[in-house]
């Protein structure tokens, strides 16, 4: 990919994946970038589709046109939401910029350092469901393995409690 910034944003479609990429949309991106939504999926035992072919790298560059259609992404096991699409939709057709969606299967902390590498991306913003300190203990936090682990900057949006 030819171009200026390559600025990924993880999304799985909650409420505070959503909030990090409109933070990015609003704060980070600018008119030439490429904006690259990764999305992590449960690691399993795919008998059909794409996921069976890409499991291990990572499915291509999915274009928008293409990440809006929910025949084609039903491959790929992702069903992205209205409010996501709203909004990558719009940073495209406002600021001149590229949006493509990539799919990994596994475990989110390590596929999305992968990514960093693989892709390669200039700098990665990520939501923080704002676990409690028992449940990060129990089912550890993504954003913080991301930030200690990645290798590109990486921006923690949070989710406030008010918002959760």
């Known amino acids: 990919m030819e171009g200026d910034r390559r600025v990924g944003v993880a999304v799985d479609f909650s409420p505070c994946s959503k909030k990090a990429l ?3 949309v609003d704060n980070l991106i600018r008119n030439g970038d490429h904006l690259i939504l990764l999305t992590i999926r449960p690691e399993g035992n795919y008998e059909t589709g794409e996921m069976q072919l890409w499991a291990v790298t990572g499915s291509p560059l999915i274009p928008l046109h ?8 039903k491959k790929y096991g ?14 495209a057709n ?3 910029i590229v949006v493509v969606m990539k799919i990994f299967w596994g475990d989110p902390r390590e596929k999305i350092c992968e990514a960093i590498d693989k892709i390669p991306l200039s700098c990665l913003v990520i939501g923080n469901r704002g676990l409690g300190k028992i449940k990060r203990v129990i089912m550890g936090s993504v954003s913080n393995y991301v930030v200690n682990n990645g ?6 949006v949070k989710q406030t409690d008010h918002e959760i």
């Open 22 to 24: 409109k933070w990015a």
């Open 78 to 91: 992702v069903n992205p939401d209205p409010e996501t699409l709203d909004i990558a939709n719009t940073a």
């Open 94 to 96: 406002q600021k001149q």
């Open 151 to 156: 290798t590109c900057p990486v921006t923690v």
């Open 66 to 73: 293409e990440f809006s259609d929910s025949t084609i992404m």
